[in-house]
């Protein structure tokens, strides 16, 4: 089985390092195991959407030195051929199966009534007896977990998967939004299916969306998403240790490019996730060094 991964940024800010170090990891992998490499932009937040954003990901992708096998060849193609509002109907039919399924309840909490209710930063089922309709307006649509739902995936370079708790990391999820638009877990499954994306990179803090993910996979049989191996990196922290955030001007990779820097400190990063030591190799030189170890042939090739 060969590698399919895809790099996935969303134009609701501009890219920051630890991004583009995702996007340099999963493109060395695929290039290290011949595998392929998909450009997938996650426009699926029109609100916070800005052109120059959806630009910024392709300036980006270039500075970086790196290239791709699908995906848009520009922001216009993009708009085009490759927004996520064109998948909609895909995204719908798997909520609709599901809802089959009499596993999704329907919730109008508001925030503010969330909040209070939540335990701890998790909804707390207040609407799982309720018995709403489904086709109640303004309400969003929550899957209904089991009680004890633990959810395995593989992780790259572990010999035992990776076991979650999904009550406990992610309560009743949010799986159609009170606008009657499909959230992301839903629109992500269905487009890494869509790709037969295998191998995905992401920030440790999308670990529950994983477990969310696979419960889903699982829930509509989907099952070469269960086969998936995963990457879960640290995330990027800035000066005073919070997370990197996309709105942050000073550590935008677009103010790095217009300063005439060099990649090379997002390229490093990269290097250090991959256990790679890094002497100021391009991520082509970086992928010839991953493919000579032997540890990597056992998941690809
Ligand atoms: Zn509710």
Sequence with gaps: MSLRTRIAPTPSGFLHPGNGASFVLAWVVARATKGRVLLRIDDLDRARFRMEYLEDIFFTLDWLGLDYDEGPASPQDFLDRFSQSLRTDTYHEALRQLAEQGVLYACDCSRRHIREQSVGSLYSGFCRQ????????????????????????????????????????????????????????IASLCDDLLWHINFIVRGQDLLPSTGAQMFLAQQLGYEDFQKATFFHHALLTDDSGEKLSKSAGSTALKSWREAGK??????????????LEYREETPMEMAAMLSSGAKIKAHFL
């Design 130 to 185: 309720r018995k709403l309709y489904l086709d109640t307006p303004h309400t969003a649509w929550r899957i209904r977990l089991p009680d004890d739902c633990e959810v395995a995936f593989s992780e790259w370079k572990q010999d035992v998967p990776v076991s979650l708790n999904l009550p406990a990391c992610m309560g009743d999820f949010v799986l159609r939004q009170k606008d009657g638009s499909p959230a992301y877990q």
């Design 262 to 275: 060099s990649p090379d400190d997002v390229w490093r990063q990269a290097a250090q996730w991959l256990g």
